[in-house]
């Protein structure tokens, strides 16, 4: 599959956006919307998907410690079904547990100060969303050769 892939970090905050390289490959951490108004926010994020004439949107869905859909993920879910009324592009679910720790590590370790941590940390938590949803899809591909 050749095109574009949009990762999502939803919150109620704010939501970060990263995007895949054409091959779908390389996942680079793209930008924040700040949350207001679902319907609102729905159309900030279909606008970004058109300008990357993206093909599918791999959204983050934050399970529970046992893997289970609890009260922050049915929001998410609900988010998504605003985005699916706007949106004619595929929207899949990733597991996202630990994909803030892991950005936050991440900068920590490229030196990243605190300041700038906060504003990049959405953008950096989608990065990791989709890496891991191109990297399994990947693996999935190789195994079936």
Same mark, same amino acid.
């Given at each position: 599959m050749e095109g574009?892939?949009?990762g999502l970090d939803i919150g109620e905050a704010r939501? &970060?956006?990263a995007v895949s390289?054409?091959?779908g490959m390389i996942a680079t951490a793209l930008d924040t919307v700040h949350m207001s108004e679902p319907s609102e926010?729905?159309?900030a994020i279909k606008k970004i998907v058109d300008e990357q004439?993206?093909?599918l949107i791999v959204a983050g869905i934050p399970l529970n410690q046992h893997g +289970?859909? &609890?009260p922050q993920a049915e929001k998410v879910l609900a988010f998504i079904d605003e985005l699916k009324k706007v949106i004619d592009v595929e929207i899949v679910t990733q597991d996202e547990r630990f994909s803030t720790q892991a950005a936050y590590r991440a900068l920590v370790s490229a030196?990243? +100060?605190s300041k700038k941590?906060?504003?990049v940390i959405d953008k950096a938590a989608a990065q990791q969303i989709l890496q891991l949803y191109l990297d399994r899809q990947a693996n999935i591909r190789k195994r079936e050769t």
């Amino acid at each position: 599959m050749e095109g574009r892939l949009i990762g999502l970090d939803i919150g109620e905050a704010r939501t &970060g956006v990263a995007v895949s390289d054409e091959l779908g490959m390389i996942a680079t951490a793209l930008d924040t919307v700040h949350m207001s108004e679902p319907s609102e926010d729905a159309l900030a994020i279909k606008k970004i998907v058109d300008e990357q004439r993206a093909i599918l949107i791999v959204a983050g869905i934050p399970l529970n410690q046992h893997g +289970k859909i &609890g009260p922050q993920a049915e929001k998410v879910l609900a988010f998504i079904d605003e985005l699916k009324k706007v949106i004619d592009v595929e929207i899949v679910t990733q597991d996202e547990r630990f994909s803030t720790q892991a950005a936050y590590r991440a900068l920590v370790s490229a030196n990243i +100060k605190s300041k700038k941590r906060k504003k990049v940390i959405d953008k950096a938590a989608a990065q990791q969303i989709l890496q891991l949803y191109l990297d399994r899809q990947a693996n999935i591909r190789k195994r079936e050769t």
